[in-house]
């Protein structure tokens, strides 16, 4: 039997206050991944926190190391209460399989954050979480103002990039002035 020093728990917490516990795993990896699966395959459940622990095994220390403590919040791009944030990692995505907008750290520029959606791409580049936020709630606001009942918001790509290019445009002329 393999000898473990620690063992990474997932939780999910439901819009009443419930824990679930999503068993013990001998990898981050692996207990990561179940965490993501129950979100991605729930996000419609009432799911309002979730949480990613370390327990050092044969210790006399009661307190588990948090490696994610994630909240649910309503996506900026499609509305829905999909947008989970990591106030560890300062990372967010939105589990519904249809957006899947995201908010990361930068890989290239120290203390600056990205953040995008998938049928355009990179979005911007950002000092804030809030402006990360912000940033693709003008996309989502967009969006939604050119929406229709009976349409499908994730069918509107062109708009975003004529939005894009008016971006481009109005910072080009503040530039020539």
Known sequence: MDDYEFVFVP???TIDGNIEGLGIYSKES????????KISENWSSGYKEAQLVMWTLDSDDSKAVPLKHMSANVCPICD???????????NALCYLPACQAWIESS???MDKIDCGWPPIGYTSQVDTLADALSSLRNYGAKIRASVSEDSDIFTHRTLLEEYEKSIEED???NLEE
């Open 171 to 173: 910072s080009t002329s």
């Open 11 to 13: 939780s999910i917490v």
């Open 80 to 90: 829905e209460r999909t947008f989970w944030t990591d106030a560890v990692e300062m």
């Open 30 to 37: 692996l207990a990561f991944d179940a965490l993501k699966k």
């Open 107 to 109: 890989d290239k520029e």
